[in-house]
């Protein structure tokens, strides 16, 4: 059974850092996408950054890039998103989400194991 449980959300100023972590257990697929989500109040949610336990690069939504960076320690059987440079419109819940594939092609939707959620909120 996998279990995901996110930590680290909380309030900054515009221009902080947060670091999110994603407690992973019970991941038994051989090929997978790990991806951090969020969904404001009254929006769709949006994939903001993912890496395929295979290889290959992250990826990234573009306003997040160059101010986020996502990363596995398998040791610890974590998934990280450090957050830099935080914006008011980076205020959301936070999610990460694990999907078995066999290609990275395939990261970007279709996940069926998620956390509860980690709110971050970035006052101006």
């Known amino acids: 059974q996998v279990q995901l449980v996110e930590s680290g959300g909380g309030s900054v100023q515009a221009g902080g850092s947060l670091r999110l972590s994603c407690g992973v257990s019970?991941?038994?697929?051989?090929?997978?996408?790990m991806g951090w989500f969020r969904q404001a109040p009254g929006k769709e949610r949006e994939r903001v950054a993912n890496i395929y336990n295979a290889g290959g690069s992250p990826y990234y939504t573009d306003s997040v890039k160059g101010r986020f960076t996502i990363s596995q320690d398998n040791a610890k059987n974590t998934l990280t998103l450090q957050m830099n440079s935080l914006k008011p419109e980076d205020t959301a819940m936070y999610y990460c989400?694990?999907?078995?594939?066999?290609?990275?092609?395939?990261?970007?939707?279709?996940?069926?194991?998620w956390g509860q959620g980690t709110q971050v909120t970035v006052s101006s």
């Open positions: 019970g991941v038994t697929y051989k090929w997978y996408c």
């Open positions: 989400a694990v999907k078995p594939t066999v290609a990275s092609s395939w990261c970007s939707s279709g996940y069926i194991h």
